[in-house]
């Protein structure tokens, strides 16, 4: 594609609910990052997936969250059990190789939990 | 840990250069960064330099980084309505930590007429 794109662009559920937030890389691209920006913030790094695996996941927030990128293309962020304090936009990026290389950035989803 | 502190805003006029500052406190840090965020877009990212370097210029975009400081800036000269936004400053590190950038919290760069 011509970029990253994100869907939902917008999302409210109520706290306990389940959520899957879906990021398209663009074309090609074999590293996928996810950050979470909350508010007045600047992105916080969530997870690294290069191919199908997650090469680092230390920024996962605890065990409500996870990610999966089946086929090493579109990737997957799923949240267990939401929070309040879930809320925030979560930013997919991804790259044409491992490496400090540009991230291209996708528009974000704007996750609200009520 | 990675740490990257930023002023939360700056007010400049129109046409008279703005200047962005950010400082860092991993030493090993390898890789920095400044992008670029418009209201209701994405991370754009306007430039990068390696820590093996001082200065990188690209068209009216400045980058000065000291190591000895662990301080970077980022200069935008003939500064235009368009250059509105929020700025962040991102570091990465290779080797034994995330993979991922770590942002500072921003810059609001306004522009007054």
């Known amino acids: 594609g011509a970029g990253v794109s994100q869907t939902p662009s917008n999302k409210v559920t109520e706290k306990g609910k389940y959520v899957e937030l879906r990021c398209d890389p663009i074309?090609?691209?074999?590293?996928l990052y996810w950050y979470r920006q909350s508010l007045g913030q600047g992105p916080e790094f969530l997870i690294y997936?290069?191919?199908?695996?997650?090469?680092?996941d230390s920024g996962l927030p605890n065990d409500r969250f996870f990610a999966v990128r089946p086929e090493g293309s579109v990737s997957t962020l799923k949240i267990q059990r939401t929070e309040r304090g879930d809320s925030a936009v979560y930013l997919c990026?991804?790259?044409?190789?491992?490496?400090?290389?540009?991230?291209?950035f996708g528009p974000g989803t704007r996750l609200t939990v009520t | 840990g990675e740490d990257v502190e930023q002023s939360l805003f700056l007010s400049v006029r129109e046409g008279d250069s703005s200047v962005i500052n950010c400082t860092y406190t991993?030493?090993?840090?390898?890789?920095l960064y400044w992008y670029k965020q418009e209201p209701g877009a994405g991370l754009q990212l306007l430039t990068y330099?390696?820590?093996?370097?001082d200065m990188k210029q690209d068209q009216r975009l400045t980058v000065l980084l000291n190591k000895k400081d662990k301080h970077l800036s980022l200069r935008i000269a003939d500064t235009q309505t368009g250059d509105s936004a929020i700025y962040f400053c991102?570091?990465?590190?290779?080797?034994?930590?995330?993979?991922?950038?770590?942002f500072g919290k921003g810059t609001h760069l306004i522009i007054q007429p």
């Open positions: 991993d030493s090993s840090s390898t890789y």
């Open positions: 997936f290069q191919g199908t695996g997650a090469a680092d």
């Open positions: 991102a570091e990465r590190t290779l080797g034994g930590g995330a993979d991922g950038l770590t």
């Open positions: 330099i390696f820590s093996n370097m």
């Open positions: 990026a991804s790259s044409s190789r491992p490496g400090p290389y540009e991230q291209y």
């Open positions: 074309s090609g691209h074999t590293a």
